[in-house]
């Protein structure tokens, strides 16, 4: 059964990166055409979706609005995905999600159907 | 970008009761890339529907979608107590794919 975990710091400080990794369970990286993605989620308000990266790493895609400072990475290897968040602010607090784009959906944006747990990231000094 | 709007905000119902949550989009959309969630306090976001009315593995049939053009339902036949919950739709038929704010359906 497919399980994806978060980890990373829990705290960033301003201004600073903020970096998570997804490490995947009961499926291989390189065991289909699978994308990889990230939504987070501010306490107490909606869900956004950050992007999506093809388990190649060759190809992703990233919300514009947060596209300048977003970088997504797979290490097959490991088989883990990451994310990392340039120049943070309170803004950028919030529980990231990983999880797996549906392959029924055909594209890096389309509905997850796998999430890991969540990880609270809170951005203070 | 598409705008969802999620109404009402917070439904109050019995057990066993139904339940009629709206989604409605900014501009007509297809309904083959419609989805809905449902979550609960502290737990990530569960798949309930996709492609608007097709419902997710293992979800039961009590759980329904329908809709086209601007207007979704989704409707939960007879609430059971493990339905109380936040509920959000997503549009992804176009990047970047975009979430309503949320039902929370609460007991009466």
């Known amino acids: 059964q497919l399980q994806l975990q978060e980890s990373g710091p829990g705290l960033v400080k301003p201004w600073e990166t903020l970096s998570l990794t997804c490490t995947v369970s009961?499926?291989?990286?390189?065991?289909?055409?699978?994308?990889w993605g990230w939504i987070r989620q501010p306490p107490g308000k909606g869900l956004e979706w950050i992007g999506s990266?093809?388990?190649?790493?060759?190809?992703?895609d990233k919300n514009p609005s947060l596209k300048s400072r977003v970088t997504m990475s797979v290490d097959k290897s490991k088989n883990q995905f990451s994310l990392q968040l340039t120049s943070v602010t309170a803004a950028d607090t919030a529980v990231y999600y990983c999880?797996?784009?549906?392959?029924?959906?055909?594209?890096?944006?389309?509905?997850?159907?796998?999430w890991g747990q969540g990880a609270l990231v809170t951005v203070s000094s | 970008e598409i705008l969802l709007t999620q109404s009402p905000g917070t439904l109050s119902l019995s057990p066993g009761e139904r339940a009629t949550l709206s989604c409605r989009a900014s501009?007509?959309?297809?309904?083959?890339?419609l989805a809905w969630y449902q979550q609960k306090p502290g737990q990530a976001p569960r798949l309930l529907i996709y492609?608007?009315?097709s419902r997710a593995t293992d979800i039961p049939d009590r759980f329904s979608g329908s809709g086209s053009g601007t207007d979704f339902t989704l409707t939960i036949s007879r609430l059971e107590s493990e339905d109380f919950a936040v509920y959000f739709c997503?549009?992804?038929?176009?990047?970047?794919?975009?979430f309503g704010l949320g039902t929370r359906v609460e007991i009466k």
């Open positions: 999880g797996r784009p549906s392959p029924r959906g055909g594209s890096g944006w389309t509905y997850f159907d796998h």
């Open positions: 009961g499926a291989s990286l390189n065991g289909g055409s699978y994308y």
């Open positions: 990266i093809y388990y190649t790493g060759s190809t992703s």
């Open positions: 501009q007509s959309v297809s309904s083959t890339y």
């Open positions: 492609g608007a009315s």
């Open positions: 997503q549009y992804y038929g176009t990047p970047p794919p975009t």
